[in-house]
């Protein structure tokens, strides 16, 4: 049986993976996963703690392997985390997947995240923190995408309709 997800989203933080994914699996009539919450089931602790606690390349790996596990086992919609695609083997496991890139610019990102939330990058100097992650994976994201939706200044609601009627039939 070869199951694959609807839609795979992909984006910075703050780019609405979590809430369109959710609105976007409901109007599919499509069950939800996000990796970052796969990962934190299997590690018992949330992705701050297991930075923190024990690495980001840990973190890496755990993310890794959940991203192939959700790519061969779900079937709805699912949410990677940010920097998931950054290794080489997930890009490789997300080509011929709907990989929907949700595009967002740094003042929305912000204003999204939140400067004083617990997100083990955006620790120190979070604006530029996050400018230098959104510079640096916004090539993969557009090499990766099948269909790249803009969010900046839009309700969610209407990221999903956009989405919806460029997803494969």
Same mark, same amino acid.
């Given at each position: 049986?070869?199951?694959?997800?609807?839609?795979?989203?992909?984006?910075?933080?703050?780019?609405?993976?979590?809430?369109?994914?959710?609105?976007?699996?409901?109007?599919?009539?499509? $069950?939800?996963?996000?990796?970052?919450?796969?990962?934190?089931?299997?590690? #018992?602790?949330?992705?701050? +703690?297991?930075?923190?606690?024990?690495?980001?390349?840990?973190?890496? +790996?755990?993310?890794?392997?959940?991203?192939?596990?959700?790519?061969?086992?779900?079937?709805?919609?699912?949410?990677?985390? #940010? #920097?998931?695609?950054?290794?080489?083997?997930?890009?490789?496991?997300?080509?011929?997947?709907?990989?929907?890139?949700?595009?967002?610019?740094?003042?929305?990102?912000?204003?999204?995240?939140?400067? #004083?939330?617990?997100?083990?990058?955006?620790?120190?100097?979070?604006?530029?923190?996050?400018?230098?992650?959104?510079?640096?994976?916004?090539?993969?994201?557009?090499?990766?995408?099948?269909?790249?939706?803009?969010?900046?200044?839009?309700?969610?609601? +209407?990221?999903?309709?956009?989405?919806?009627?460029?997803?494969? $039939?």
């Amino acid at each position: 049986m070869n199951v694959k997800p609807r839609a795979v989203l992909v984006g910075p933080p703050g780019s609405g993976k979590s809430t369109v994914g959710r609105l976007l699996a409901e109007r599919l009539g499509a $069950a939800f996963r996000d990796t970052d919450a796969d990962v934190e089931a299997v590690a #018992g602790k949330e992705v701050g +703690d297991i930075f923190v606690e024990d690495g980001e390349e840990r973190f890496r +790996d755990l993310e890794s392997a959940a991203v192939a596990a959700a790519l061969a086992e779900h079937d709805g919609v699912l949410a990677l985390g #940010g #920097g998931s695609i950054l290794r080489e083997a997930t890009q490789e496991l997300l080509q011929g997947h709907t990989v929907v890139y949700l595009q967002v610019g740094l003042a929305d990102a912000v204003q999204r995240v939140g400067l #004083g939330t617990a997100r083990p990058l955006l620790v120190l100097n979070p604006r530029s923190q996050l400018k230098r992650l959104m510079e640096q994976r916004r090539p993969i994201y557009e090499r990766l995408a099948v269909l790249t939706v803009a969010t900046d200044g839009r309700e969610p609601a +209407d990221v999903v309709a956009e989405i919806v009627k460029g997803l494969p $039939a």
